[in-house]
């Protein structure tokens, strides 16, 4: 099992790229595998034959370090392989040493020379006395299935587990659910009003990184209402000049003014280091954009914002908001930051609301829909009412690192910088 980003420390097998007796070359997708963080791929980096899956397709919490695959020579004959078993590939490990945790993948490799004896070729699967169908671990019959099955098998309420799969590997079809449910056909039963969904490792991340934040980090909010006519018209025009070569967003005009405030008030683009015992102000600013993809929130980094112009904010943004939602993330692309923005403005319904800080960081800033407020003009024949396009932002700082009256400040620079939309093209 590789280690796929710094924290990790035990992995969940997603589904393989490659089947036994395939060839691989550098590069080539091996295995998706889910980390603490995200569902990655993982490209091998050598060449030769794929001789033995150890870990199938849904197996869990797979220690770092511990053999998932068996990968041979180009032209080794692979049948000795067959019934070649976990423990003689050197067993699992009980927990992964630090040293382990960072190290590269330790897939069992074997050469042409590596044929197991007539003992170790003895056949690995048994049958069962009373089915005569092979034995599987409780995993791969709840996991080893098309998600379409999964979907099949949740509305007409089929147990998965229960269900013999006749797929690649025993991977669990929809013809596999449709002939269960054809063979127990009764009377309809009435099953538990909840549905238990396991907890992924991207899940267990998140939720110990926040309640860690919110426990440890002093939380505190300001809230400010930025008038943004003068903004939405000059988003108009350049969208309009640019020809279809770009299409610029609000938000790519908060994530260039959010560059801007953090030079101006440096303080805010830091974070604390307790460990070191310092407070380290980043000299770049490095913003985390937080995007919502079907496995949780992710925050994939525009770095460098302060030297970037809107164009260029607008494409990485794009992309990398594309690339969380389909699991295609490298580790340096969404780990590190120096300060993250939460946009909820799409939703209408959102007025404002306020964002936990992510760690080490110390702020974050939440954005609100835009709303259409009356504001008093003053003109020759007295005092009318005009229409001002407004966003609620509000900023959560941590106290820290961020005194109340330095938070205060640099909403007041975002406040301007956003209000005056011309100085983002200085």
Excluded at 185 to 206: F, H, L, N, V, W
Excluded at 295 to 307: C, N, Y
């Amino acid at each position: 099992m590789p280690a796929l980003s710094p924290t990790m420390t035990a992995g969940n097998i997603g589904t393989w790229q490659k089947k036994v007796g395939d060839s691989i070359a550098a590069g080539d997708v091996l295995v998706e595998i889910e980390t603490d963080k995200a569902q990655m791929d993982f490209e091998f980096q050598e060449e030769g034959v794929l001789a033995k899956i150890l870990k199938e397709a849904g197996e869990k919490d797979v220690a770092v370090g511990n053999p998932i695959a068996v990968l041979v020579e180009e032209g080794t004959d692979i049948a000795p392989f067959e019934s070649f078993t976990l423990e003689e590939a050197g067993g699992e490990k009980a927990s992964p040493s630090p040293k382990e945790e960072a190290s590269e993948v330790e897939l069992s490799s074997s050469g042409s020379k590596a044929t197991p004896s007539p003992k170790e070729l003895a056949p690995f699967a048994q049958e069962s006395e009373s089915t005569g169908a092979r034995l599987q671990p409780s995993l791969d019959r709840e996991y080893a299935a098309s998600p379409a099955a999964k979907a099949l098998a949740l509305e007409l309420g089929v147990p998965i587990k229960e269900v013999k799969g006749t797929g690649p590997g025993g991977r669990v079809t929809k013809e596999d659910i449709d002939k269960y449910k054809g063979t127990t056909a009764g009377p309809p039963t009435t099953g538990p009003a909840y549905e238990d969904k396991p907890i992924s490792s991207m899940r267990k991340t998140i939720a110990n990184r926040l309640t860690e934040s919110m426990n440890q980090s002093p939380h505190y909010f300001v809230t400010a209402s930025i008038s943004v006519s003068k903004l939405l018209k000059l988003r108009q025009s350049l969208n309009a000049s640019g020809e279809g070569k770009y299409k610029l967003s609000v938000n790519d005009f908060f994530v260039k003014a959010c560059g801007v405030a953090c030079r101006k008030v440096p303080a805010v683009n830091s974070s604390w280091r307790e460990k070191e015992g310092v407070i380290r102000e980043n000299k770049n600013v490095d913003i985390s954009v937080a995007v919502a993809t079907p496995t949780g929130l992710m925050t994939p980094i525009v770095k460098g914002v302060e030297g970037l112009g809107l164009e260029s904010i607008s494409a990485q943004v794009r992309d990398l908001g594309k690339r969380a939602k389909e699991s295609k993330l490298k580790p340096e692309e969404y780990q590190g930051g120096t300060f993250t923005i939460s946009n909820m403005g799409m939703n209408p319904a959102i007025e404002r609301f306020t964002a936990v800080i992510n760690p080490p960081q110390a702020a974050i800033l939440a954005v609100g829909t835009t709303k259409k407020v009356a504001i008093p003009v003053e003109t020759e024949e007295g005092t009318t009412l005009a229409w001002d396009e407004q966003i609620v932002v509000t900023g959560s700082f941590d106290h820290r690192v961020v005194d109340g009256a330095v938070g205060g400040e640099w909403i007041r620079e975002l406040k301007k910088v956003l209000e005056n939309p011309l100085e983002l093209l200085l």
